[in-house]
């Protein structure tokens, strides 16, 4: 519940910030039935909505008519799991690679797509604010090499790597 709460609070302060951020491009386009399933969380720039998570953070992405139900679970640090559930709304005109995200509405969050992997492995997230970004994994980890990649598409954007940390990750039970 207080990982719903918190992701509520980020929510609503995501949807609130006034300030002004030089536009930011997003892939062309997402095929959102591609896009469906299981993502792992590989990085992320720490957040108080996700701090109560010290392990196995992922996200479910399931298309439910016009929308997606969003699925967040991740670890505590009792070894219990936490889930949040929402919904995503893809934005007019971005051929879906900008979503608004809700986990409780009317308050959205900005859900950009920045960089996809052709085969929808790995994806970059983030924000208009850059206050916010995750890198998201078929798989529960990405080589270097991939990472590396991600990083730098990131700080192309006005990211800076050493603000994402590396998502911890324990035997899933």
Do not use: H
């Not at 990085?43 to 010290?54: D, E, G, K, T, W």
């Not at 980890?141 to 192309?156: C, G």
């Amino acid at each position: 519940m207080k990982f719903l709460l918190i992701s509520v609070s980020a929510i609503e302060l995501m949807a609130c910030t006034s300030t002004s951020y030089p536009p930011m491009p997003v892939v062309s386009e997402v095929n959102l039935q591609r896009y469906e399933g299981k993502w792992y969380q590989i990085a992320l720039i720490p957040n108080r909505f996700q701090s109560m998570c010290v392990s196995d953070t992922s996200a479910e992405y399931v298309a439910q008519g016009d929308s997606i139900r969003v699925i967040n679970r991740c670890r505590k640090a009792d070894q219990r799991m936490e889930e949040a559930i929402g919904v995503a709304e893809p934005v007019a005109g971005s051929n879906n690679a900008k979503l608004r995200v809700s986990f409780f509405r009317p308050f959205y969050g900005d859900y950009w797509i920045l960089d996809l992997d052709r085969d929808y492995q790995w994806v970059l997230v983030g924000e208009p604010s850059r206050k916010y970004g995750w890198i998201l994994s078929r798989t529960p980890v990405l080589n270097q090499e991939t990472l590396q990649r991600i990083w730098a598409k990131a700080e192309s954007l006005g990211y800076r790597q050493q603000d994402f940390q590396i998502s911890p990750r324990s035997s899933e039970k």
